[in-house]
């Protein structure tokens, strides 16, 4: 072509590029930004909708489904507490952490307790526990038939295997005062598999709906890829399907979030509340902040969820944390320990008028760092021995009724209203 032609053409190239690059570009990132897994739900998940609902009025009510002595000497007035509270969620109602054959045990009347607490509120999601603890008495615990039918394991009489829980390869990951008793289990070991499928059943089959996997990532330390971890949780959502009270189990744990190609794993997660201690130490101030340590606001990560629906970031709770902070009369110098005791310790020894105070701060504060968090409201929660003024729980029950009643249950009802 000709030095004029050519001359021609040039701004024209310029011109396409500044429209074909730009585009490219676009496409490039909206492709990037796009979703890996597939807009479907995964059988056993609740709705999205159901799992919000369910969130908005969470409370822990620690073992209460339990038949030992504390639980049964306190069910009536933990009926009422549900009764007069209507809460969505009824957390940490049942869990297993050591001494296995004997926590299985206390759990004997699960079902007839499940139906109790549903009869006063019908709606509410009920919540049991699968913790990253085992002990060696899971070998008192007969693994049932049907379990091993599930997994294609020979039907044989025989109980659980704590060191088939254990990791094949590494050193496990023991518990500190349990002498190589107690450890936590290893997701991939098909034996540990056995062991959460079975709770997770018993759990569904007693009518609770919802089941907490504690420190989830712990547990899924020596599955980096999460396969395993997906085949389990998949399997308890498809017995939920068949067998639950609802057709659908809610999964959490003490995650930031745990993602398979873009796919969330769980329902929603949940974390400490992480107070942050400021000001004069005779107030024992403190004050929530993203940012702080490993707090979950503007963290909690995003992806597909399992019923089907993109989320920049999931949904999730706070509660006030408990167990962590050792003995000692006020000496904990954990990172994460509040004016040194565990969160609920700390929050048990302020005056009653200073608690309600601060759960309202937190209830406002949480949603105001990240719109998709809530508070989960404490109303059973176990404290600190040394550090508890001879009670060995927190209990939100108005004081008149209950010894130990720390008479936060206006507080929590005007919060739930909206006043």
Not at 182 to 188: F, R
Not at 354 to 368: G, K, P, S, T
Request: proline content about 6%; glycine content about 8%; overall charge negative.
């Amino acid at each position: 072509s000709s030095d004029h032609d050519r001359g021609r053409a040039a701004p024209y190239h310029s011109l396409m590029r500044l429209v074909i690059v730009p585009l490219i570009l676009a496409l490039l990132v909206g492709c990037a930004s796009r979703p890996l897994a597939p807009l479907v739900p995964v059988e056993g998940a609740p709705p999205d909708s159901m799992v919000a609902a369910t969130l908005e009025r969470a409370v822990t009510m620690g073992e209460i489904l339990h038949s030992y002595r504390w639980a049964q000497s306190m069910w009536t007035e933990n009926l009422e507490l549900i009764d007069e509270l209507q809460p969505t969620l009824v957390g940490r109602a049942a869990l297993v952490w050591g001494w296995e054959h004997l926590m299985l045990r206390s759990l004997g009347a699960l079902r007839f307790r499940v139906a109790a607490v549903h009869e006063l509120a019908p709606d509410a999601v009920v919540q049991g526990c699968i913790f990253e603890f085992v002990s060696r008495d899971v070998e008192r615990v007969k693994v049932p038939e049907e379990v091993l039918a599930a997994f294609g394991q020979p039907v044989e009489h025989r109980a659980f295997d704590f060191d088939a829980m254990l990791p094949a390869t590494a050193e496990p990951d023991w518990f500190p005062g349990w002498e190589r008793e107690a450890a936590v289990p290893d997701i991939t070991r098909t034996e540990t598999q056995l062991w959460f499928y079975h709770l997770a059943t018993l759990y569904l089959d007693a009518g609770i709906e919802a089941i907490h996997l504690g420190n989830l990532e712990r547990m899924a330390a020596h599955d980096p890829g999460l396969r395993r971890t997906e085949v389990l949780l998949r399997r308890i959502r498809e017995y939920a399907a068949a067998n639950a009270r609802r057709g659908w189990v809610m999964l959490d744990a003490h995650t930031h979030g745990v993602v398979l190609d873009g796919r969330l794993l769980l329902d929603f997660h949940s974390f400490p509340l992480r107070p942050r201690e400021v000001g004069d130490p005779a107030r024992e101030d403190v004050v929530l902040e993203a940012g702080f340590l490993d707090a979950i606001y503007g963290r909690s990560r995003g992806g597909v969820t399992p019923s089907g629906t993109h989320v920049e970031s999931q949904r999730y709770l706070v509660e006030l944390d408990n167990g962590y902070a050792g003995p000692s009369a006020g000496g904990c110098e954990l990172p994460e320990c509040v004016w040194g005791c565990d969160e609920i310790t700390w929050f048990w020894r302020q005056s009653p008028d200073r608690r309600d105070e601060l759960l309202a701060y937190f209830w406002h504060r949480v949603q105001e760092l990240d719109p998709v968090g809530r508070l989960q409201v404490p109303g059973v929660r176990t404290l600190q021995a040394q550090l508890s003024r001879g009670c060995e729980r927190y209990l939100m029950h108005d004081p008149g009724a209950v010894g130990c009643g720390a008479g936060q249950v206006s507080a929590v009802l005007e919060l739930w209203s909206g006043r």
